[in-house]
């Protein structure tokens, strides 16, 4: 009868078995990590051209009007927007009683998929824009008509609210940002969600007031990129540009990555 021994690992060994598991693991994670981002982003990207296609059409059937941001922002408490509506201000925007419900796949905005730690909470003070899904709307520029300018009178800032530009107006749509990745810096490190892309500069009588900047809400949240849909449909991505200043709240914007991509003013947001 033969006698057979099982040969056992030396500690040695398992040691160098360990330490090579090791070094394969650091070298995969960043990798692994890489690959689930850009998954997301693309996913993301996927969102925004959802989101293009339904501003588009709303404009096709409404006289070539786009869908108003905010459309009482300037007499109510804020119970409209471009995303949904609410009957309080204390409330969560309703997607499916939204302006472009009709428009979208289930009737609502899809959630970036780059798992946002936005800060959650049924009432105002917490996060006053929630439902959005983490995406901003070129309010200045499409959304109202507050780009115009000629606004002496309650009724024409009411008017510069509820009406929007028109697809004819818009000279180079491929080169006139839409929707974005958005979120707003609001107290300490936290996140809340913003439904508007914020351009540079406010604009005032038909002129962008290039002394001071607004706080930014476009949110680099890829792996330090930003998704940015277009007015022509089409998506692309860019990378913060260096700008560093406190936003409203009193925070560093940039170290919460947001801010703006080249260049900085108001071209890529404007109807030229």
Known sequence: MCDRKTRAFTVTELLVAISVIAILMA???PVLGAARSESRALACKSNLRQLLLASIGYATENDGSYVPAASDMWDSPGLARWHGRRDTVDDSFDPLRGPLA??????????CPAKVDFVKGRNWTANFEQGCGGYGYNMTYI???LWQGGTSSIQDWQDS????????????????VMFADTAMAKGGRSLIEYSFVEPPFAVYNGRPMTGFYLSPSIHFRHRDWANIGWADGHVETHRMAEVDEANVYGVDSAQMEL????????SPYDLK
């Open 27 to 29: 070298i995969l994670m």
């Open 102 to 111: 009709g428009y979208l796949a289930d009737g609502r905005v899809k959630e």
């Open 143 to 145: 959304g109202s008509r």
């Open 161 to 176: 609210y509820a009406k929007t530009t028109r697809m004819a107006e818009i000279a180079s749509p491929g080169e006139t």
């Open 259 to 266: 801010g703006w991509f080249e260049p900085v003013d108001n």
